[in-house]
């Protein structure tokens, strides 16, 4: 599924994010920064080890939950990766919308202050982090809708869900927004 922003498209795929030919894919970080499973580990097995130890280097502090950071993408297709902090969700009383949008976005300014016009994106905090998805969903497409409509670089965001039950809820609520 796809749809045109002023010109410029958000759309849905199938798929491992790690296989994505695009400027800056953005990983499920952990504010360590320090590799985990899922979105992480493919990201740094793919990836190989220059990714790691660029932001060792870089951001020796790690990475404030809601925020983002970036590095080279080591011997995957894209250029850069963007690493995103999400939220681990605790009931929803603890500022975690606030925070999923914050990660979005810092993750998208990123991608367009280093010039990318492609960027894929997984769906933060819904593996480990146990966001409920039909909300993430929601605000994932909101907050990137929202900057799409006012950063002239980024021309294509890319969501790239890992299973066809996260399609199909991306899928309603992108109808959904759109409609
Ligand atoms: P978090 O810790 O932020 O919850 P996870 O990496 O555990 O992040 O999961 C985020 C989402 O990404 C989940 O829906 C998970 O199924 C999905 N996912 C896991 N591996 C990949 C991959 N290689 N490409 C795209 N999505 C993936």
Known sequence: MRVSI??????????????????AI???ANSQL????????AVHRRGGRTIMADTTKRYPGGCPTGSAVISTAGDLPARFVIHAV????????SGEAKLLESAYRTALGLASEHGCASVALPALSCGVYGYPIDEASRIALATTQSFLEQDPNVQLARFVLFSEGML???SAALEELSS
Do not use: K, Y
């Not at 849905?12 to 030919?21: F, K, M, V, Y």
């Open 6 to 23: 002023q010109g410029r498209t958000l759309e849905l795929a199938l798929g491992d994010i790690t296989d994505q030919e695009v400027d």
């Open 26 to 28: 953005v990983n499920a």
């Open 34 to 41: 320090a590799g985990g499973g899922g979105v992480d580990g």
């Open 86 to 93: 999400g939220p681990r969700w605790g009931g929803g009383q």
């Open 168 to 170: 199909g809820a991306f």
